[in-house]
């Protein structure tokens, strides 16, 4: 089926030594990564049912902000086990409910084993984030992006749970070595002010963000001069430069040293300003005028005609005019930029995305705030624990939650193959582990042994594993129900 080649598609990707996949598109663009779910982005599928699953990666992502091969993986191999079942002559009814059992008694063993992190500082936090990293960049630049990921969420202010990942912007500058890459507070804004002859270095800035067009309103007038009669032609332009005086007078008056517009700025508009000494940029990215409404927390202006005298930020204003740069920078510590180096821009994009995806988690896991033992440890354990319960039931639903058993225990089997070792062997050498109640026992890549996870620092965050068993269940049980598939086309009928 498609959605077994979805998840055989991304399993090579899965662990510390996952292999990348090279995805060129339909207009020629090449992009290399071992993320899934980026792997997945890309391509176009003509099967429902690859769609489908490919969603599953799409949604632990968006969720929880990692996991997303896992969450395939595990649901291509709870379909593969379908097909085994139904050949068996078991009801889709009875493997239904066989894996929403199996799948409530593995979330519900996950928050036993789960450890609390209690906050940044937490040696933990820093754990899950090395290990996060580990599938995309591993050895010792792995450990310094972790390194600065980390000292990124300790620099910035406590906030709301969940509010830290939006506190942190990452950009990329290729050119460089990985290990030059930094953590410099306030934001960083890549463009070039519309009048370039202006100042550009400020300290305790006023700054204005405006998401809405500055320029001339045109709903209420002709948009055609009469250019025949001159008279008539100079109080069309006067009247457009009258418009435009009172809305620099009105920036000017609220004693604004600098404008970020997310949207168009009239070039008169722009040339006032400059005389005024205020620079003004256009087409701002909004991720960009967002971030910076966080770092002044400050709101975006919608309506110049309304009172903008209290609604700007603070913040100190240099420009890098090689880099065509705006650096702002706040005395306190409310947002930070994480500056990624690369050799080259294809290096850099992929650093980019993985860091991202690693600043995510860790938004999730100070809100979540549980860890669980990684390196394939909590699936055995899981694995164990549904295949225990399994035998207790009567029914068919027996077979149902040991498939589900067996899709848990692809994960640490596929470390193995990734890493190059038997998968067999530590299969059989986990479980044996696993049975003497070693319940934090997980791959070691490197010899192929059983491993204490925590001893090793290698955890994962429980809610990532939580989303996964729970999105890849709901996946394998919505296919379950389906028994054909009609293409929404108008029916034939014989004349």
Request: proline share 4%.
């Amino acid at each position: 089926m498609a959605a077994q080649a979805v998840a055989g598609m991304v399993r090579s990707t899965l662990g510390p030594d996952g292999r990348d996949k090279m995805v060129i598109d339909e207009n020629g663009d090449v992009t290399i990564t071992n993320d899934g779910a980026t792997v997945l982005e890309k391509m176009t599928f003509n099967d429902p049912f690859g769609t489908m699953t490919a969603h599953v990666g799409f949604a632990q992502r968006s969720e929880v902000g990692d996991g997303t091969t896992t969450a395939i993986v595990i649901a291509g191999e709870l379909i593969r086990g379908v097909r085994d079942l139904l050949s068996k002559g078991i009801h889709p009814s009875s493997i239904v409910a066989g894996f929403r059992t199996a799948s409530s008694l593995a979330c519900d063993k996950l928050e036993l084993l789960s450890t609390s992190v209690e906050d940044k500082d937490d040696p933990l936090f820093e754990q899950a984030i090395t290990s996060n990293l580990a599938g995309t960049i591993s050895g010792t630049e792995g450990e310094a992006l972790a390194g600065l990921i980390v000292d990124a969420f300790r620099q910035i202010d406590d906030f709301e749970e969940g509010d830290y990942a939006k506190r942190i912007a990452v950009t990329s500058r290729p050119g460089r070595r990985i290990g030059e890459s930094e953590v410099r507070s306030g934001a960083l804004i890549e463009k070039t002010p519309i009048v370039e002859d202006v100042p550009l270095e400020f300290d305790d800035a006023s700054i204005l963000l405006v998401d809405t067009p500055i320029e001339v309103d045109d709903s209420n007038r002709d948009l055609v001069a009469d250019v025949s009669n001159p008279d008539r032609y100079q109080r069309f332009v006067d009247r457009d430069s009258s418009v435009c005086r009172r809305i620099v007078d009105r920036i000017a008056e609220a004693k604004v040293d600098a404008v970020f517009c997310q949207k168009s700025v009239d070039d008169e508009i722009a040339q006032l300003l400059a005389k005024e000494g205020i620079p003004i940029t256009r087409f701002t990215p909004k991720p960009d005028i967002e971030f910076l409404a966080r770092l002044f927390d400050s709101p975006i202006v919608s309506d110049l005609n309304a009172e903008i005298q209290n609604r700007t930020g603070q913040a100190d204003i240099s420009y890098t005019e090689s880099q065509n740069t705006f650096y702002l920078k706040r005395n306190d510590a409310s947002a930070v930029t994480l500056v990624l180096r690369g050799s080259t821009k294809m290096v850099a994009d992929e650093l980019e995305r993985s860091i991202t995806d690693a600043i995510n988690f860790g938004g999730q896991l100070l809100s979540d705030g549980e860890v669980v033992p990684g390196a394939g440890a909590i699936e055995m354990e899981l694995a164990e624990s549904v295949r225990k319960s399994a035998v207790k039931q009567s029914g068919r639903e027996q077979l149902a939650m040991e498939t589900f058993a067996d899709a848990l225990e692809r994960i640490p089997c596929i470390l193995a193959e990734n890493s190059g070792v038997d998968p067999l062997e530590v299969l059989t050498e986990l479980r044996s582990a696993h049975d003497d109640g070693k319940t934090d026992a997980g791959i070691n890549i490197c010899s192929g042994k059983p491993t204490n996870a925590y001893a090793s620092e290698i955890v994962d965050a429980a809610a990532v594993k939580r989303n996964a068993i729970i999105s890849a269940t709901e996946a394998a049980n919505l296919v379950l129900k389906v028994d054909d598939v009609i293409p929404a086309t108008e029916l034939k009928t014989d004349s």
